[in-house]
Nanobody
Framework: EVKLVESGGGSVQAGGSLRLSCTAS????????IGWFRQAPGKEREGVSS????????NYADSVKGRFTISVDNAKNTVYLQMDRLKPEDTAVYYC?????????????????WGQGTQVTVSS
């Protein structure tokens, strides 16, 4: 079974930066995708970004384009989400999720394994 371990959340002021990490283990096939989702209190889980480890293809939600950057280190089986110019509305619990195949990068139902979540809080 795939296991995901996240790290890197915290509290910052608006305009600051944070980097989240998601390390995967236990996968069977060498080609996979990892997505980042977030969920704020009282809101639905929202797809933020995704990356394919074999070709580096990326996807971003419109709300984070130009501010967030996703990347992968295949030697470490780790995906990073660099978050710059953070806004208070980015405050949420961030989750990474794993799948061997998806139709829509921002559909939680397309992912099979999830990390435990990490809190990101941006103050104004």
């Amino acid at each position: 079974e795939v296991k995901l371990v996240e790290s890197g959340g915290g509290s910052v002021q608006a305009g600051g930066s944070l980097r989240l990490s998601c390390t995967a283990s236990g996968f069977t096939f060498s080609e996979w995708h990892i997505g980042w989702f977030r969920q704020a209190p009282g809101k639905e889980r929202e797809g933020v970004s995704s990356i394919s480890n074999y070709d580096g293809r990326t996807n971003y939600a419109d709300s984070v384009k130009g501010r967030f950057t996703i990347s992968v280190d295949n030697a470490k089986n780790t995906v990073y989400l660099q978050m710059d110019r953070l806004k208070p509305e980015d405050t949420a619990v961030y989750y990474c999720a794993f799948t061997y195949h998806y139709y829509n990068f921002n559909d939680p139902n397309d992912y099979d394994f999830w990390g435990q979540g990490t809190q990101v809080t941006v103050s104004s």
